[in-house]
């Protein structure tokens, strides 16, 4: 039996923040549940240029009153898609978000900048402390507490898609994962000057990478349940309109390709999963809709 859903708009103070600020919205990146708050990540235009921060709102669905947890402070003067903007839990007073390199030369291996980079932010203080950098675009991002894990996805250039493992006990240095001087993709123009191995030069080497591109999205982790026989990634893609399962190798270090659900298309943006239902969701960008999976 089909059920329809009855979406309602919650009232928030969003558009009050633009007109306060004197603002130009370019967009909503993310959207995370924390603790009892809802936090979004922005990217607005002021007279600086363009930039993404962090707001956060108490749960209240009669009325979200957002204000601004983390600034970033980085700015780039023309719209592009490689802002990333991720974020997910970390612990009580900590989230992990992820940034893109917004098309600002050599900013994912500058350590004064905090472009390309994954940030730890203590949501009381405002302060933050980098955990990786050498990032493109990260577009996935999970904390697997249990593994003092970091998981995230990115898109390549031309091919090169990554997914990157950061095992947080392993060392206290922050790990550099490459960008803008290591990939497994191709410029889209000119020459290919990108270093192909990682660990050749002193960069972590992705769990795994797709070349061609998939357009890779969001990640789940899954220990052993229904839907995974040991524990998994599962992947979401934008242009191979795709969910891939991948499984670890023995040592916890690479991911292989095990299966993959092909939902044609279907830009698949977002993915998450529901415990209580055992149900996966999907948001599709495209048509748009939102998509389950169950396991029967």
Not at 186 to 198: A, E, Q, V
Request: glycine share 6%; proline share 3%.
């Amino acid at each position: 039996m089909k059920e329809k859903l009855n979406f309602i708009q919650l009232n928030n103070n969003i558009q009050e923040i633009i007109k306060k600020n004197n603002l130009e919205l370019i967009g909503i990146r993310d959207l995370h549940f924390h603790k009892n708050q809802i936090l979004i990540s922005m990217i607005v235009r002021d007279f600086k240029g363009i930039t993404i921060n962090i707001y956060g709102a108490d749960l209240n669905i009669q009325n979200l009153i957002f204000k601004e947890v983390f600034k970033t402070n980085e700015y780039w003067q023309e719209y592009n898609v490689f802002s990333g903007g991720r974020i997910d839990s970390f612990d009580e007073e900590n989230i992990i978000f992820s940034t893109g390199f917004s098309y600002v030369k050599n900013s994912a291996q500058n350590p004064k900048s905090l472009l390309g980079k994954i940030l730890k932010v203590n949501l009381n203080s405002g302060n933050y402390e980098m955990i990786s950098f050498g990032h493109r675009n990260p577009q996935g991002l999970k904390f697997v507490k249990g593994e003092n894990l970091i998981i995230n996805s990115e898109h390549g250039p031309k091919g090169g898609d990554e997914i990157n493992f950061n095992y947080l006990d392993k060392t206290s240095e922050e790990k550099n994962y490459g960008w803008d001087i290591a990939s497994y993709g191709t410029p889209y123009y000119g020459p290919d000057l990108f270093k192909k191995s990682h660990s050749k030069y002193g960069f972590v080497e992705p769990a795994i990478y797709f070349t061609p591109s998939i357009g890779i999205s969001e990640l789940l982790y899954f220990e052993k349940n229904s839907f995974c026989k040991k524990k998994c990634v599962w992947a979401s893609s934008l242009r191979a309109n795709s969910i891939y399962l991948l499984n670890f190798d023995q040592d916890n270090q690479k991911l292989s390709i095990d299966e993959r659900i092909h939902l044609k298309r279907n830009r698949i943006r977002d993915i998450d999963f529901d415990q209580d239902l055992n149900l996966v969701i999907l948001l599709s960008e495209n048509i748009p809709s939102i998509v389950t999976l169950e396991k029967l």
